[in-house]
């Protein structure tokens, strides 16, 4: 067996990280971005429901909570220049599957076609007595 190694001398690729801060999302509350692009990869933090008007939880109930998720995504792939159309991966976080149905519901509602890759975990406890989180991974295809 012959083994052929290759070292292309002065090639190096270098990935741009950016730090991505949406002002229409509420405000983050500990040592974490809104999001960070890396190349034309953006890494979505997760997301509670937090209204960032008031910085006051929309708890009023699930579907509520989980829009006002939804819309605090939306607001930060916005600013790092993407849409739902971008989003590759997403993990969707619940106290309660007893919501999983109307979890498909409404975010079934963000993808006409072809939707992401996605997990929907339940946890014991979400940050701030939240009942659903959702993170995510877009990739901009067209830099």
């Given at each position: ?123 014991v406890a979400l ?17």
């Amino acid at each position: 067996m012959i083994f052929m190694f290759i070292l292309i001398a002065g090639y190096s690729q270098t990935i741009e990280r950016k730090a991505i801060t949406a002002t229409e999302a509420p405000k983050v509350v500990g040592p974490y971005s809104h999001a960070i692009l890396a190349g034309n990869t953006l890494y979505v933090s997760g997301q509670i429901g937090i209204n960032p008007e008031n910085g006051q939880m929309d708890t009023l109930n699930f579907e509520t909570e989980f829009k006002r998720v939804l819309t605090n995504i939306e607001a930060i792939l916005k600013e790092a220049g993407m849409s739902w159309e971008n989003v590759v991966k997403a993990t969707i976080y619940t106290t309660d599957l007893k919501h999983y149905k109307l979890i498909n519901t409404i975010y079934g509602e963000k993808f006409s076609k072809d939707p992401p890759a996605r997990e929907t975990v339940q946890v014991v406890a979400l940050p701030v007595g939240a009942h659903v989180e959702v993170s995510c991974v877009a990739v901009n295809l067209n830099p």
